[in-house]
C-alpha cells in the first residue's frame, strides 16, 4: 500500500534528516515469491519505517520493472501483448505487497511516458559528454523466429568452469550469478522455438564505463564504507577485472526508443532503463522530483536488492549518473541479502519453484508471522534456509512463548477485575526509580534500545529485531522474578510498580517492533486502547514506567499469536512442493477425484432408492451405448524410434513408435513444414493408439501422435510426456477412469466428439478441458506454445 499519512508529496526539509529509499524494482514477469520479498520490498519497508518511527523525513520508492525481453517471452507464453502481461502482474505485484503491509511512498512501473522523458534525457547527456560509442557485436539470430534473439530468449549451458548449468540465460547464470553473453553459451537454443540460433553481426550503442572508470573509483572510494559488506567484494571484483564497454540497446519492441536516428528501430536495454525507473517514479510521485535526486547535500540515498543486483547499482548506475555531468544524488548506502533457498531447493522465479506471495494468502499464517520469519531469516551474510519445520519452531518458541506470552500476561492481568487485577487500569507507581528489580531491569532495556538504534542506522535489520526480541525476554525474566502474583496479595505498591513497568514495556516493544510486525504493533495499541502512532525518541526505554500515564484504562486483551499444528505444517509443505504448474495439476486431479467421488455417491444413492421403490431388485436395463468420455482414449507414451519423409508425400513423416507393444507402430504424421527431421528422432510421444488404422498415401498409419497449434496455425509442437515416464505408460485425465475401447468406432464420432476440448492451458500442459493429460510420472507439457488446441 501506499502511505496515506500526508495529502501532498514529501519534499527534502532543510536541516533535516532527508532519506530517499529504493528497493530493486521487481520484474514483472511472475508473482513475486519470498525470496525476492525479503531481498528487497520487506528489507527497505522495514528501514522506511524505522526512519519515519524516528521522524525522519523519509520517501520509499519501488515499482514494476517492466521493460525487456522477459516481459515479451512471457507476453508469448500467454499469447497476449506486453502492456497485457505488465498490467495483469503489476496489479499482482501491488496485491502482494498489500497483504504484506508494505508501505511505499510511491509504488510506479516503468512503462510510462515519465520514464521515456528521463532515460531519453540521461542518453541524450552521456551521448553530448562524448560517453557513448558505436559498435557492431554478434549476436545471435533466430533463422525459425526470423529475428535477433536478445538475452532472455536465448538459453544454453553456462560456459563458466565447475558451472555448465544447462538452463543459464543469455544476460546471467541463474545458478553460479556469473554476466553472461549470449555468444558465449554453450550449445544454445532459442527460448521460442528450441531452435539453434546463429551469429549474425548487429550494430549498438556502448556506454564507456573504462572512461568513467576514474569518477566511480573516486565515488566508490568515498562512499563504500557505509555498504555491505557482500555488496563490496561483489563491486571490488568487478574493478579488478577491468571495466569495459557496456551495451545500451536492444533490438526489441517493448522498451524506451532511442532517440537517435540510425538506432531508432532499438530500445534501450534493461539495465541501463531500470535503475532509471527508480528517478521516473519519483517523477510521478512528485513534479519536483529533482530535490531528492539532484541534491546530494541534503539526501542521503539508501538502496535494498538481492545479491545478483548489485554491479547494476555499484558500477553501472552511479557511471550513468557521473557521465550526465549532473548533480545527482549518489547512493550512500546499499543493502544486499544473499539467497534465500526453499526445503531442498532454491526459490526461483522464473521457474515457479517456491512459496509465492499469493499463496501465503491461502495459509492460515497470519502476515505478521510471515514477516517476522523472512526477517528472522534475512541472508545478510550467507544463504539462509526456508523450511516449514523452522517457521512453526519460530512461531512456537519465539512469537508465542516469548513475545506473545507477555504482552498477553501482562494486559490479561491488568484486564482482571479488582481484587484479582486492575479493572483495565494502568495503576500508578511512585518509587519505581528506587525499586530495585525494576531499576536492574531499566538498566538493561536503556542499553537494548540503544542497540537496537545503532543495529538499525547501520541497516542490521535482523540484529535489530533479534535486540527487540531480547527486551520482550527480559520483560518475562522480569516477572518472574518479581513473582507479581504474590505481590499482589502482599505488597500492593511493588507490584503496582511492577505491572505499570511491564505495560510499559509491552507498549515500548509494540514500538520497536513495528517496523516488524505492524500488525502486530497496532493490534497491541488496540489492545492498550490508544490510537497507532509510533515513535522512537532517544531515552524511550530510560523509564519505562512512564510510557503509559496511571489511571489509563486499556481494552480487552486477547491472545496476539496462535499456535501452528503439526499437521498443518506438513499441509503446507506437501501443498507447496514442486513448481506452480505441478501444484495446479495437482489441484485440479485432486478436485476432479472429489468430484467423481460425489458423483459416485449420488448414482449410489440414487439406485439404493430406486430398488427401495421398485420392491428390492432393480429392474434389468437394456445395453446402452457407453458414455463417450476421455477414458474411451487409448493414449500412450510412446517413442519415436525412427522417422523419415514420406516416400509420395512432401508433407508427412513416416515414424516407427514403440508404445510398449511386440513390434512398433507405423505412423504417419502431417509434421514436415513445422518439426525439422533430425528433432523427430528418438522423441518421446503422446500416441493416440486406437484410431480405425486408414491409409496415408499408400502407407497404413495405425496411431496418431498428438501435437499442439497455436491460433493462426503457424506454429506446432508435439505433446510430450515427463522425461522419466515409461514406455507404453497410459495417458489419464484424472476423473476419468475405465478401459478405453480396443478400436474407436469410427461412425460414433468419439475422438471428433472429444478433440474439441483438448488444449494447453496457460503453463503449457496438455489438457481435456481444465484437467492435465497425466502419466504415472506426472503431467504432459508442451515446450512453448499456451492456449494452443491439441489434435
Known amino acids: 500500500m501506499e502511505d496515506g499519512n500526508t495529502s501532498a508529496p514529501k519534499l527534502p526539509i532543510p536541516g533535516h534528516r532527508n532519506i530517499l529509499i529504493t528497493s530493486a524494482l521487481p520484474y514483472v514477469n511472475n508473482v513475486p515469491h519470498l525470496g525476492n520479498i525479503i531481498g528487497c520490498v520487506l528489507s527497505a519497508d522495514v528501514y522506511a519505517r524505522y526512519c519515519r518511527l524516528r521522524g525522519y523525513n523519509v520517501i520509499y520508492i519501488c515499482g514494476t520493472d517492466e521493460y525487456g525481453t522477459a516481459t515479451e517471452t512471457k507476453a508469448l507464453e500467454e499469447n497476449c501483448t506486453p502492456k497485457e502481461i505488465c498490467d495483469k502482474y503489476h496489479a499482482i505485484h501491488k496485491e502482494v505487497y498489500d497483504w504484506f503491509d508494505i508501505c511505499f511512498d510511491k509504488f510506479g512501473r516503468t512503462s ?345 542506522e547501520k541497516v542490521k535489520l535482523k540484529q535489530g529485531l533479534k535486540t527487540a526480541m531480547s527486551i520482550s525476554s527480559e520483560g518475562n525474566a522480569y516477572l518472574q522474578a518479581s513473582q507479581f502474583w504474590k505481590l499482589y496479595k502482599e505488597d500492593k505498591p511493588s507490584c503496582a510498580i511492577v505491572i505499570r513497568t511491564a505495560a510499559g514495556l509491552v507498549h515500548l516493544l509494540a514500538q520497536l517492533l513495528e517496523p516488524f510486525m505492524p500488525s502486530f504493533s497496532r493490534e497491541v495499541f488496540k489492545q492498550l486502547d490508544l490510537p497507532p502512532h509510533f515513535s522512537l525518541s532517544d531515552d524511550s526505554g530510560d523509564k519505562p514506567w512512564e510510557n503509559l500515564p496511571p489511571s489509563h484504562k486499556i481494552g480487552t486483551p486477547q491472545p496476539v499469536f496462535k499456535e501452528l499444528k503439526d499437521e498443518e505444517v506438513q499441509q503446507y509443505r506437501e501443498k507447496f512442493a514442486g513448481s506452480q504448474a505441478d501444484r495446479r495439476a495437482r489441484d485440479v486431479v485432486a478436485a476432479a477425484n472429489m468430484a467423481e467421488q460425489l458423483n459416485r455417491t449420488k448414482l449410489s444413492d440414487a439406485k439404493k432408492q430406486k430398488a427401495a421403490k421398485g420392491g428390492g431388485k432393480p429392474k434389468p436395463q437394456p445395453a446402452a451405448e457407453r458414455e463417450v468420455t476421455m477414458a474411451r482414449l487409448d493414449i500412450r507414451v510412446g517413442k519415436i524410434l525412427k522417422a523419415e519423409k514420406h516416400p509420395n508425400a512432401d508433407s508427412l513423416y513416416v515414424e516407427e513408435i514403440d508404445v510398449g507393444e511386440d513390434k512398433p507402430r507405423t505412423v504417419a504424421s502431417g509434421l514436415v513444414k513445422y518439426i525439422p527431421l533430425e528433432e523427430m528422432q528418438n522423441r518421446m510421444v503422446c500416441v493416440l493408439c486406437n484410431l480405425k488404422p486408414s491409409k496415408m498415401r499408400d502407407v497404413m498409419s495405425h496411431a496418431m501422435v498428438l501435437a499442439a497449434s497455436s491460433s493462426d496455425g503457424s506454429k506446432v509442437e508435439l505433446v510430450e510426456p515427463p522425461e522419466s515416464a515409461k514406455i507404453g505408460d497410459r495417458v489419464t485425465i484424472p476423473g476419468f477412469e475405465g478401459e478405453p475401447d480396443d478400436l474407436l468406432n469410427p461412425k460414433k464420432k468419439v475422438w471428433e466428439t472429444l478433440m474439441v476440448d483438448l488444449n494447453t492451458n496457460e503453463n503449457l500442459v496438455a489438457c481435456y478441458k481444465d484437467l492435465p493429460f497425466t502419466t504415472p510420472a506426472g503431467v504432459c507439457k508442451v515446450s512453448s506454445i499456451s492456449n494452443a488446441t491439441i489434435r
Not at 536492444?250 to 535503475?275: N, S
Not at 519519483?282 to 545479491?307: A, H, R
Not at 518509587?431 to 542497540?451: R, Y
Open 112 to 456: 510510462t511516458p515519465e520514464q521515456t522523458e528521463v532515460c531519453q534525457a540521461i542518453f541524450k547527456k552521456l551521448f553530448e559528454n562524448e560517453y557513448l560509442s558505436e559498435n557492431t557485436m554478434q549476436q545471435l539470430y533466430c533463422d525459425t523466429c526470423n529475428k535477433f534473439l536478445a538475452d532472455r530468449l536465448v538459453e544454453g549451458s553456462c560456459p563458466t568452469e565447475g558451472c555448465n548449468y544447462d538452463s543459464a540465460r543469455g544476460d546471467q547464470c541463474e545458478k553460479c550469478g556469473k554476466l553472461l553473453n549470449p555468444t558465449e553459451l554453450k550449445e544454445p537454443r532459442c527460448k521460442v522455438c528450441q531452435t539453434t540460433p546463429r551469429i549474425r553481426d548487429t550494430d549498438h550503442l556502448f556506454i564507456e564505463l573504462p572512461a568513467l572508470k576514474d569518477k566511480l573509483e573516486k565515488y566508490i572510494k568515498k562512499t563504500s564504507g557505509s555498504w555491505s559488506q557482500n555488496a563490496i567484494q561483489t563491486t571490488n571484483a568487478w574493478l579488478k577485472e577491468g571495466l569495459k564497454q557496456r551495451c545500451i540497446t536492444r533490438d526489441l519492441k517493448w522498451g524506451v526508443p532511442v532517440p537517435h536516428e540510425k538506432y531508432k528501430e532499438k530500445v534501450f536495454y534493461v539495465w541501463f532503463d531500470a535503475p532509471i525507473g527508480y528517478v521516473s517514479i519519483t517523477s510521478c510521485y512528485t513534479s519536483e522530483w529533482e530535490k531528492w535526486w539532484k541534491n546530494p547535500e541534503n539526501v542521503e540515498l539508501f538502496q535494498f536488492m538481492g545479491k545478483d543486483n548489485v554491479p547494476f547499482h555499484t558500477v553501472m548506475f552511479p557511471s550513468t549518473q557521473l557521465g550526465t555531468g549532473e548533480n545527482w544524488t549518489l547512493m550512500k548506502t546499499i543493502s544486499v541479502t544473499e539467497y534465500l533457498n526453499y526445503e531442498a531447493g532454491k526459490f526461483s522465479k522464473s521457474k515457479g519453484v517456491g512459496v509465492f506471495g499469493n499463496d501465503v494468502k491461502d495459509t492460515n499464517i497470519p502476515v505478521e508471522v510471515w514477516r517476522y520469519y523472512l526477517l528472522t531469516n534475512r541472508p545478510e551474510v550467507s544463504d539462509t534456509l526456508f523450511t516449514w519445520d523452522d517457521l512453526q519452531a519460530k512461531l512456537t518458541g519465539e512469537l508465542l512463548n516469548n513475545l506473545g506470552n507477555f504482552v498477553n500476561r501482562v494486559l490479561s492481568f491488568i484486564a482482571k477485575p479488582e481484587p484479582a487485577g486492575y479493572g483495565s487500569v494502568i495503576p500508578d507507581a511512585p518509587g519505581a526509580e528506587s525499586h530495585p528489580l525494576t531499576q536492574s531491569l531499566a538498566e538493561k532495556v536503556k542499553i537494548l534500545v540503544k542497540e537496537y538504534v545503532d543495529a538499525m
